[in-house]
């Protein structure tokens, strides 16, 4: 079956786009928004509204397939692609892309989105956003057409078995880091609470006594509030380099304040994601690599998590085999197409990394669903829950979608029986 028409309509994500440069040089907040001006490159102001396009692809039986292109909240930094505005990609996609969807042929969802992942105009290759949401709307087109499940058309396509089983799920709090706590806890989420620890004076502290604080009440938390006693959700916490900074990129002083937590962490497991960011993306690697070993050294069972500066399934090949953190964060819009997280889901397994599905709170509910078929299929460690900053509604999207596969599996293999 061939692609008929081909349509992009400019929508909103569900967050924002924030300039990361200018939060962690100090920009202050004023309300929802940031005083002060922009220093990265295409922002206009720290926060700006996010945006996406869908890409509709209307079969010849008049099916229609979509996929969002999207981009992360921290867009242009980290060795990220350029701020995503629609109404700066639009007249490209019009004039480059539609030709060569239209009148063609849906056959393999892998080497249909190969194809465009490697697709370049002047040199240069699609924008990661682009990428992302084309290879959703192709795999979409795939499951209609061969009409099986998303996750059935990877799992087929990479020789995957299916499991009818849930993948632990990792809430994200935003700034309201108390009450989508709380949230997280009576819901029974595997992994909590991402907390947004990206300022040092007001979240962190010079010395890290408010995050230190600040897991100590977590903790006390969880067993206050969990449903049942044997509840015990993984903590992860991103610092955006932040640790790093307060000193002053002295990985053994990094080390044994990320090993001291583990105190406070108590019986739970503790993940700290993004502790140094040294600006570039090898330097990056070295010094993860040398606080995972000191770690080790220690001998605590705190562990890191990768995500600045590891943006490509080439840059998750290059981490996972330097052994440069315990867990890699797999930002799925940064990897551009969606066979790159499924290729790297599966290169972090093979190689004793832990994996970790992200993402970003910019996203849409079109690029999370799809990546639920992702995660089902590849088995990472725990996916995000997204998008959006307010946890119910993105925890709501993700999680409803993997039960829906989970029981419609179950019947179909049963049929089977």
Not at 153 to 177: C, M
Not at 192 to 199: D, E, K
Not at 327 to 348: A, F, H, R, W
């Amino acid at each position: 079956m061939k692609i008929k028409r081909v349509f992009f309509v400019p929508g909103k994500s569900a967050f924002f786009f924030d300039d990361q440069r200018a939060i962690k040089k100090g920009a202050k907040s004023d309300g929802f928004v940031y005083q002060g001006r922009p220093v990265t490159r295409g922002f206009e102001s720290i926060r700006m509204a996010g945006e996406c396009i869908s890409i509709v692809l209307e079969l010849e039986d008049g099916q229609q397939a979509v996929g969002d292109c999207a981009a992360v909240q921290y867009s242009g930094v980290g060795g990220r692609d350029p701020l995503f505005l629609a109404a700066h990609y639009l007249p490209f996609l019009k004039q480059n892309l539609q030709p060569l969807l239209e009148g063609l042929e849906v056959d393999s969802f892998r080497g249909l989105a190969e194809r465009f992942e490697h697709l370049k105009f002047e040199g240069k290759r699609l924008h990661t956003a682009i990428r992302y949401g084309l290879s959703q709307a192709l795999l979409d087109a795939r499951a209609r057409v061969s009409k099986k499940l998303k996750c059935e058309v990877i799992a087929e396509e990479y020789n995957l078995t299916l499991v009818p089983e849930r993948v632990k799920v990792f809430g994200q709090s935003g700034d309201d880091r108390y009450t989508n706590a709380d949230k997280m806890i009576l819901k029974q989420v595997d992994a909590l609470p991402h907390a947004l620890i990206n300022n040092i004076e007001d979240k962190l502290g010079w010395q890290g006594e408010k995050l230190r604080e600040y897991i100590r009440w977590l903790v006390d938390r969880i067993i206050k509030l969990r449903p049942r006693p044997d509840y015990r959700p993984d903590l992860h916490i991103d610092v955006y380099g932040t640790i790093g900074l307060i000193f002053e990129g002295n990985l053994t002083r990094v080390a044994d304040y990320l090993a001291s937590l583990e105190k406070e962490a108590g019986e739970f497991n503790l993940y700290i994601e993004g502790p140094v960011d040294m600006e570039e993306k090898y330097r990056q690697l070295e010094a993860l690599a040398e606080i995972t070993r000191k770690l080790q050294t220690l001998g605590s069972r705190v562990k890191i998590v990768a995500d600045e500066h590891c943006n490509t399934i080439e840059d998750i090949k290059e981490f996972a085999e330097a052994k440069a953190s315990h867990m890699i964060q797999i930002k799925t819009p940064d990897l551009g197409g969606i066979q790159n997280v499924v290729e790297s889901n599966l290169y972090c397994k093979a190689h004793g990394i832990e994996a970790y599905q992200g993402g970003t709170c910019n996203e849409t509910d079109i690029s999370a669903i799809a990546c639920v078929h992702v995660a089902m299929a590849t088995r990472p460690d725990r996916m995000l829950a997204k998008p959006g900053m307010g946890f119910d509604e993105g925890f709501m999207i993700v999680n409803n979608e993997m039960e829906r596969i989970i029981e419609l599996l179950k019947i179909k293999q049963g049929e089977k029986i």
